[in-house]
T-cell receptor
Framework: DAGVIQSPRHEVTEMGQEVTLRCKPI?????LFWYRQTMMRGLELLIY????????DSGMPEDRFSAKMPNASFSTLKIQPSEPRDSAVYFC??????????????FGEGSRLTVL | QQQVKQSPQSLIVQKGGIPIINCAYE??????FPWYQQFPGKGPALLIA?????SEKKEGRFTISFNKSAKQFSLHIMDSQPGDSATYFC?????????FGSGTRLLVRP
C-alpha cells in the first residue's frame, strides 16, 4: 500500500518566491494534518482537515501561509512570499478517524524547504 | 496548556543500556499519549501509545510508564540496540489533534 506521498522532497528557493508543497493522503483517510519540523521548535501542527474541511488553522504562522484540500486525495500548503525563517521540513500526515481514536497517524517522508 | 515538554534533548547510551525519555503535560483533557520514532530522512512513525487509564504498557523492548497524578509519562527502551538510534517524540492528543514534544535524539553506541 502506498503511504502518504509528499512532493517535492526537496525545494530550494529564493526569498520572496512562492512555494507550493503537495500531499496525497492514504486512500480512505478522512483526517489530514500539516506539520512543520525545525531544530528549534520540533514538530509544530500548522493546520488539519477533516473530510476536506479545515478544522483548526491556529498553528499557521501568518497570512503568508495557506492550505487547501480540494478533494479527499490532495492537499497543498502554500507559502507566499517565502522567507528564510520558513526553512524547515514540512510533513503531511493522515489518519482514518481522529489519531488515537479509531486511527493511527501516518506521516509522509516530508518536504525539506530551504529559502535563501 | 497545550504544550508537551520533553527531556532530555539528546541521549547517548551503550548497547544494552536502558535509555529513558521523559515528557510532561499540563492539559488534563489530553486523552491519548503516543510515542513516535523518526529515522533520518523519514517521517515519524508510531512506536507505542497509552491511554490515561493505564499506568504501564509494554510492546517488545519498549515500555511506556504513565503517572496521571503527576501528568508525566516516559519511554523506556530495554536492551537498547544501535538500530534504535533515532529521534523520539512524545505526543498528547487534545481536540482530535496530536501535540508533539520537542524530540530526543538517541544514540546507542555498539
Amino acid at each position: 500500500d502506498a503511504g502518504v506521498i509528499q512532493s517535492p522532497r526537496h525545494e530550494v528557493t529564493e526569498m520572496g518566491q512562492e512555494v507550493t508543497l503537495r500531499c496525497k493522503p492514504i486512500s480512505g483517510h478522512d483526517y489530514l494534518f500539516w506539520y512543520r519540523q525545525t531544530m528549534m521548535r520540533g514538530l509544530e501542527l500548522l493546520i488539519y482537515f477533516n473530510n476536506n474541511v479545515p478544522i483548526d488553522d491556529s498553528g499557521m504562522p501568518e497570512d503568508r501561509f495557506s492550505a487547501k484540500m480540494p478533494n479527499a486525495s490532495f492537499s497543498t500548503l502554500k507559502i507566499q512570499p517565502s522567507e528564510p525563517r520558513d526553512s524547515a521540513v514540512y510533513f503531511c500526515a493522515s489518519s482514518l478517524g481522529p489519531p488515537g481514536g479509531t486511527g493511527e497517524l501516518f506521516f509522509g517522508e516530508g518536504s525539506r524547504l530551504t529559502v535563501l | 496548556q497545550q504544550q508537551v515538554k520533553q527531556s532530555p534533548q539528546s541521549l547517548i547510551v551503550q548497547k544494552g543500556g536502558i535509555p529513558i525519555i521523559n515528557c510532561a503535560y499540563e492539559n488534563t483533557a489530553f486523552d491519548y499519549f503516543p510515542w513516535y520514532q523518526q529515522f533520518p530522512g523519514k517521517g515519524p512513525a508510531l512506536l507505542i501509545a497509552i491511554r490515561p487509564d493505564v499506568s504501564e504498557k509494554k510492546e517488545g523492548r519498549f515500555t511506556i510508564s504513565f503517572n496521571k497524578s503527576a501528568k508525566q509519562f516516559s519511554l523506556h527502551i530495554m536492551d537498547s540496540q544501535p538500530g534504535d538510534s533515532a529521534t523520539y517524540f512524545c505526543a498528547a492528543r487534545g481536540s482530535y489533534k496530536l501535540i508533539f514534544g520537542s524530540g530526543t535524539r538517541l544514540l546507542v553506541r555498539p
